[in-house]
């Protein structure tokens, strides 16, 4: 986790595009705002790390973390459940589709 936060730390200071800010005040497309954020105000912040599991960890420095939530869910399936459980629409409608479409390029002998 240490290198996972080390690297976030530096993404943040050294890359401009690397992050947005959220402002619960606005409306509509306003409230994510890709900004610079001046080095010296980057913390506390909040880090999703999604991988073979989710983490959601808040941030105060390089040296101070703490999880403070998540799920062993892994990120496929957790978005795959976000999609059944929401009225989000995908382009591919069922499973043989998704099937298809993967394996459409390769020639099976």
Do not use: W
């Given at each position: 986790m240490?290198?996972?936060?080390y690297?976030?730390d530096f993404?943040?200071k ?6 947005f ?17 001046a080095?010296?105000?980057?913390y ?5 790390n999604?991988?073979?599991g989710i ?10 973390f703490?999880?403070?939530g ?20 995908s382009k ?7 099937i298809r479409?993967e ?7």
């Open positions: 240490t290198s996972l936060i690297g976030c993404l943040l050294n890359n401009e595009d690397e992050s800010t959220y402002h619960h005040e606005a409306i509509g497309i306003e409230r994510y705002q890709y900004k610079p954020i080095a010296d105000s980057v506390p912040f909040l880090l999703v999604i991988g073979t983490s959601v960890l808040k941030v105060d420095s390089p040296s101070q703490q999880r403070v998540g799920s062993s869910m892994g990120g496929g399936a957790f978005i795959g459940l976000g999609h059944l459980l929401t009225s989000a629409q591919i409608n069922n499973f043989e589709e998704q479409k394996f459409s390029p390769l020639r099976f002998r």
